[in-house]
């Protein structure tokens, strides 16, 4: 998956809203649609394999399919 995947998937499911910081490592703020927020771990500071995972992990919460496997 590629960072730009990552973003797409991520903005699929939820608003972006602004960057945070958490326990040293960029992350960034979204909305899920009932307005709950939800921290994103900053696709920048993560390793490719990890991506999907928290991809997978963010549907789940969601209540959705996860995105496919592309790498």
Avoid at 10 to 25: I, L
Avoid at 27 to 46: E, F, G, N
């Amino acid at each position: 998956m590629t960072e730009d995947e990552y973003w797409s998937a991520v903005k699929n499911h939820f608003h972006v809203t602004r960057t945070n910081q958490k326990a040293g490592e960029d992350m960034i703020l979204c909305q899920r649609s009932d307005r709950t927020p939800i921290l994103v771990a900053d696709p920048v500071k993560i390793r490719f394999e990890d991506r999907y995972d928290e991809l997978c992990n963010f549907a789940d919460k969601e209540g959705v399919d996860p995105p496919p496997r592309t790498c």
